[in-house]
Every structure is written in structure tokens, then in C-alpha cells.
């Protein structure tokens, strides 16, 4: 039954366009429909077991996206943060308060730009990058990463971790989700091989620059202005107050 209440929605333009998902993805379009949020929402802001176990704000995205056949674990990072930023925006307006370095700034939210990227370097329907790694000349394929992989990251990591408690795995363990071949090879235990035991520091540097290079986002940034005038461009923290305004 049709409710009798109404409650508004906004279409949502996601920095990749839509550009690397699936042809039959309802986000292939380049927009995500969310609707306004509600005290229900706020139910989920305010759980403390939601806080403490760091599943908050993906709870409040999942509650607040109404685009139908949708799965928020193939959501790509860059277009989450979009998201978010306009959940924000929907929820409590685009001024936001931030202090840098002693000084007060009322950031406005909406203003924020979508970053830069050649779309020419994407391959309409796919997730997949080509590139030669430069002081080695193995070939790599690599994929940007959605919301599912960062999930699946985080746990191998805690797993690892508990086998050792004194080791650091951030930068292998990702790098073993975002390479999808090497030269050829699709196999997860040949590109765990070559992460672990091949892959120089340098071209794990190179590889990390063109990923960011062709990774859709937003840009966090707003300008600064130091005691003698001088402008630049610093990254917005995102702090409690962003979805807990009165916090």
C-alpha cells in the first residue's frame, strides 16, 4: 500500500559518472538517489554500539540511499564520499566549522569540487587499469576499490594482526585487493607471491600515484590564509561535529 506521507529525495552525481561500474548496474547511470534524513537516521547517529564498533556512517548511507537493486558494497570510495558529503548537506546545510592553525573557518560543503580526472583513461563498464610498473617492466592490471574490498581489507588485517600483534600489513594487504594480474597472471596466490616477495618499494610507489591519478573523488580541501596573506589549499579534516553538528 502506497504510504500517505511523502518525503523528498535528491539525485546525487557521482565523481566517476558511473563510468567504471557494470552496464546493468543501477549506478552505471553516474547518479545515486538519497532521500532527506529522518529521526530514524538520527536513531542510528546516536547508537553507541554503531560508534564504537566503527559501522555508523556506513549504517546511516545504507539507510539513507533509495536507488532500488542497489549494493553499497560495490560502491567505489570516491563516489561513498560524494555521498556522504551530500547525506551531510541534506541533513544539517553546507556550513561547516573547522579550525586550522588558530583560526576559525565556516567552510561551505556544496562548494566542494569533484576532483579532476582524464576520463579517457577509463574503459566505459569496467574497473580495470593497465600499467607497466617502471623499474621492473612487469605489466600489472589493477582495480580502484569499492566499499566491499575496503571491508575485506580490514578484516585480513585484524586477522593478521592476531597472528602478530607487533606486525604492519596496511600497505601489502591493500596492495594484494588492488592488483587484479601481473603479467598475465589472475591467480590471488601468484599476485600475493609477487606483493610479498617482488613488487620493489619504488614501483609500489609509482603503482600507488597512477591509483590515485585515476581514482575518482572529492575534493576535501578548502583555502587557508596565514598571518601575512599567504593562500593555500589544506585537506578538511573530518571531524566528529560533521554528521554531529551539536557534539
Do not use: C
Not at 500517505?4 to 529525495?9: I, R
Amino acid at each position: 500500500m502506497e504510504s500517505k506521507f511523502k518525503l523528498p529525495t535528491e539525485t546525487v552525481e557521482l565523481p566517476s559518472k558511473g563510468l567504471l561500474y557494470p552496464k546493468d548496474s543501477p549506478l552505471a547511470d553516474g547518479t545515486i538517489e538519497l532521500k532527506y534524513m529522518t529521526a530514524k537516521e538520527e536513531d542510528i547517529l546516536t547508537n553507541q554500539n554503531y560508534i564504537r564498533n566503527g559501522t555508523v556512517i556506513d549504517r546511516l548511507l545504507k539507510s539513507l540511499v533509495v536507488t532500488e537493486n542497489f549494493d553499497y558494497n560495490e560502491l567505489l570510495i570516491g563516489d561513498k564520499n560524494a555521498v556522504m558529503l551530500s547525506a551531510r548537506i541534506l541533513a544539517y546545510g553546507k556550513d561547516y566549522d573547522v579550525t586550522y592553525e588558530g583560526k576559525k573557518y565556516t567552510v561551505d560543503l556544496s562548494a566542494l569540487d569533484t576532483k579532476k580526472v582524464d576520463k579517457k583513461l577509463y574503459n566505459k563498464g569496467e574497473n580495470n587499469f593497465t600499467f607497466n610498473l617502471p623499474h621492473t617492466d612487469n605489466q600489472v592490471t589493477f582495480k580502484l576499490l569499492t566499499h566491499g574490498d575496503e571491508k575485506k581489507i580490514e578484516r585480513e588485517i585484524e586477522g593478521l594482526k592476531k597472528l602478530n600483534k607487533e606486525g604492519s600489513f596496511e600497505v601489502t594487504t591493500r596492495l594484494k585487493y588492488m592488483i587484479t594480474s601481473v603479467n598475465g597472471l589472475t591467480e590471488s596466490k601468484d599476485i600475493r607471491d609477487f606483493v610479498d616477495n617482488f613488487l620493489l618499494a619504488k614501483d609500489a610507489r609509482e603503482l600507488r600515484k597512477k591509483y590515485i591519478e585515476v581514482q575518482p573523488d572529492v575534493e576535501f580541501k578548502f583555502t587557508h590564509t596565514d598571518d601575512i596573506g599567504r593562500e593555500e589549499e589544506v585537506p578538511l579534516a573530518i571531524g566528529l561535529d560533521f554528521f554531529w553538528p551539536d557534539a
